[in-house]
């Protein structure tokens, strides 16, 4: 029997894949029906709550104002009544904890009513609270494992929402989760409190150019989700693939993506089936999902929405993420976030479009027509620059994973030197403030004409994209490029948030006190901040090692890896910023950073098992019957007088050692222990990381000398392109 039979029955059972019986009948429901059907939305509240109630809900949710609990009991009725309609038998408060997934905990609205039967329930008590165990999440310490109690709280700025099962619904709460002592153990409660320091801030600076009328600021977030698609045989045949998530070993593809044929490519017609559904799921959800394509790797694709209010669009996200691989295998797909399942092909990032604004004033980086009589708008720009600028290593520390540092730095990410782009008409109004103290014009934008008379001009904007800054403006917002596919996007908000409002703070704090021209002393201001903190400005190839040097020698921090950034969390200046703004506490800031540890050693720790166990009992074994026949056949030639050529079997003998020499080391390396979790971290990037890349270039070549027939794991050029 052959060594691979996993391997080639995968290859068979993909080649009889059967499409789904049942396809989707997209004229039941049109698509613009199904959007927020299952949501508790506003415009359910208005249908269903008194006016009052639902008055008293819209403060909250829009002005921030703080909740009247004495409406819960009335918006928990409705909320059931509703749910209950729609199929629910029960509800669940959904959470966030520090792993950087989804939880819920569900109970039944039925309650035994003492004569046989019973009735459905759902008081107020039971909407605004309720009682998860707080220890057996990651809490840094915070809770020891014999104290338990932890408390979800119910947040009405995130709308509640049925979760379809084929056998019922569930009516699903978004809630914070927080200890028995008040600390935070999750990531949507920092994501709150960041968004009320920001309100609070970016309110003082709006007051000074007239606009008081208090509508609350609030950022928005856009995040573009990169994933890959690979059929579920190969997943199951890949024992990395299904424990960590990526490739351990596997040799590149004779075909990668340097053909540049996939990006934006047509879509193939099974990958389609499983966006549309995917899609209609989340209409459903009121996750505004806009834009799919192809992206550049052979087997990746995005998927992006429209920006909303960060809070919501965090959720969001974890909902997008659980949809794509609850769709998946429907059509016999696996949906991979990891940063970087594949090596050598691009890894998959979650770009996070950022913006802040209100509902009066609208988007405060919209720069209108004319920007550089646009003070406003220049100020909060200048707020973003002097925040990423004096921030940098922090920005950096909450991208950081082990997964994210296969990815960051490499040729389809941005460095991990954290800088701004601003393009070309910020720049040159930027140039003038700095020259002359104020600038006098705006780069225009145009039009582009393409010199046939069939095809219309096109608007043309006053400056390029740059694809390989981490930070960059994109005409009304910033895209931050550097959070990876498989993290949450709170804590890069929370941190987003929290940065710019000290900065909106300090502009505040300077303008607040100035006594004679305004418009000169935010000039002067703008001219004061942009020269302290113009090193962080750089609009080109982030990819270059031109710009490695230069940023050297600018001062700018170069964190490469997980263990290189994660103090920066943890740092006097971190704690002290989240201190002065309510966001994090002393002892929750040392409790992330301690998980974060933690999880990067867990990781890491856990490939380096997985690698010494696949390859002692996978790939070595067929290296050695390779070598086994090779050798066979090699004598049996030379009994009869043919030369043959040993060079192969050489090699095969040597990188058989080689691979068992590197294993038995590992093995040896993954038996220490050290005193701290950040020196277990170090000792994992600097010792079991380069162990395992050591490991895997001899088993990645030997797969090109192993006889095919032989090798036992999917390789990438099936799993890549067979779809």
């Not at 939880?103 to 759902?122: I, M, R």
């Not at 998927?303 to 960060?310: H, L, Q, R, S």
């Not at 999880?599 to 010494?612: D, G, H, I, R």
Request: charged share 20%; proline share 5%; aromatic share 8%.
């Amino acid at each position: 029997m052959s060594g691979n039979i996993t391997r080639l029955n995968a290859i068979a059972a993909i080649n009889a894949y059967a499409p789904m019986k049942q396809q989707l009948n997209f004229a039941e429901t049109p698509t613009r029906e199904l959007f927020n059907s299952n949501v508790f939305s506003t415009a359910v509240m208005k249908d269903r709550l008194p006016k009052e109630v639902y008055k008293s809900l819209m403060r909250t949710i829009e002005q921030g104002e703080a909740l009247d609990i004495t409406v819960a009991d009335v918006v928990a009725n409705a909320m059931k009544d509703w749910a209950i309609e729609k199929g629910a038998t029960h509800y669940a408060h959904v959470f966030y904890p520090l792993t950087g997934l989804t939880a819920e905990k569900h109970d039944s609205f039925l309650s035994p009513n003492g004569g046989g039967s019973a009735v459905t329930e759902f008081s107020g008590y039971q909407l605004i609270q309720g009682e998860p165990d707080g220890s057996s999440f990651p809490t840094g310490g915070i809770r020891p494992t014999f104290e338990a109690r932890g408390y979800t709280a119910w947040d009405v700025t995130s709308p509640a929402y049925i979760l379809e099962n084929p056998n019922g619904t569930t009516l699903c709460i978004p809630t914070a989760f927080v200890s028995w002592t008040g600390e935070a153990l999750d990531k949507k409660t920092p994501v709150l409190r960041s968004n009320q320091a920001l309100n609070e801030q970016a309110q003082r600076v709006l007051r000074l150019f007239g606009d008081d009328d208090g509508a609350m600021v609030s950022s928005t977030a856009g995040p573009e989700q990169e994933y890959f698609l690979i059929d579920r045989n190969f997943y199951f045949a890949r024992p990395d693939l299904m424990t960590s998530g990526r490739t351990l070993f596997g040799a590149p593809s004779p075909k990668g993506q340097e053909f540049e044929d996939h990006y934006f490519g047509a879509i193939p017609e099974r990958v389609l089936g499983f966006m549309l559904e995917a899609e209609r799921e989340l209409y459903k959800l009121g996750v505004p999902v806009k834009t799919r394509h192809n992206e550049v790797a052979p087997g990746q694709y995005e998927i992006a929405p429209v920006y909303e209010n960060a809070n919501v669009a965090t959720d969001h996200q974890q909902i997008l993420m659980t949809t794509l691989k609850r769709v998946a295998p429907k059509y016999g797909m696996v949906c991979l976030t990891h940063e970087k399942p594949f090596a050598g092909v691009n890894g998959s990032g979650k770009h996070v479009n950022y913006s802040l604004g209100s509902a009066s004033v609208g988007n405060l980086l919209e720069p209108g027509d004319t920007p550089h009589d646009n003070e406003r708008f220049l100020v909060f720009v200048v707020a973003v620059v002097r925040a990423i600028s004096t921030y940098a290593p922090l920005l950096r520390s909450v991208v950081a994973s082990a997964g994210n540092d296969h990815r960051l730095g490499a040729n389809e990410a941005p460095p991990a030197i954290i800088s701004v782009f601003l393009g070309d008409q910020l720049s040159d109004i930027f140039a003038q403030i700095r020259a002359a103290g104020t600038a006098t014009s705006s780069k225009k934008t145009g039009t582009l004409t393409l010199g046939v008379d069939t095809l219309p001009p096109l608007p043309l904007h006053a400056g390029d994209r740059n694809r390989t800054s981490p930070f960059a403006f994109t005409g009304n917002k910033f895209e931050f490029r550097a959070v990876g596919a498989n993290q949450s996007i709170a804590m890069p908000i929370t941190v987003l948030n929290t940065i710019i409002a000290e900065s909106l703070d300090y502009m505040a704090t300077r303008l607040e006190a100035v006594e004679g021209d305004f418009h000169t002393a935010v000039q002067t201001l703008l001219k004061e901040i942009l020269d302290e903190h113009s090193a962080v400005l750089f609009d080109g190839d982030g990819y270059s090692e031109d710009w490695h040097r230069e940023a050297a020698a600018r001062g700018l921090p170069n964190l490469r890896t997980t263990v290189d950034a994660l103090p920066a969390f943890g740092s006097p200046e971190a704690v002290a910023l989240f201190e002065k703004y309510n966001v994090l506490s002393h002892r929750e800031v040392e409790s992330r950073l301690d998980v974060k540890l933690e999880q990067y050693v867990k990781a890491v720790n856990l490939e380096a098992k997985l690698t010494l166990e696949m390859g002692r009992t996978m790939i070595w074994p067929a290296a050695i019957r390779h070598q086994s026949q090779l050798a066979v056949t090699c004598a049996n030639l030379k009994a009869v007088g043919y030369e043959f050529d040993t060079n192969t079997l050489d090699k095969v003998t040597e990188l058989v050692k080689l691979l068992q020499d590197s294993l038995t080391d590992l093995k040896t390396l993954m038996e220490h222990e050290s005193n701290s979790l950040l020196a277990e971290a170090e000792y994992a990037c600097s010792n079991l990381v380069p162990q395992m890349a050591l490991v895997r270039g001899y088993a990645d070549e030997l797969e090109g000398l192993v006889a095919d027939d032989l090798w036992p794991l999917p390789t990438y050029q099936e799993m890549l392109f067979i779809k």
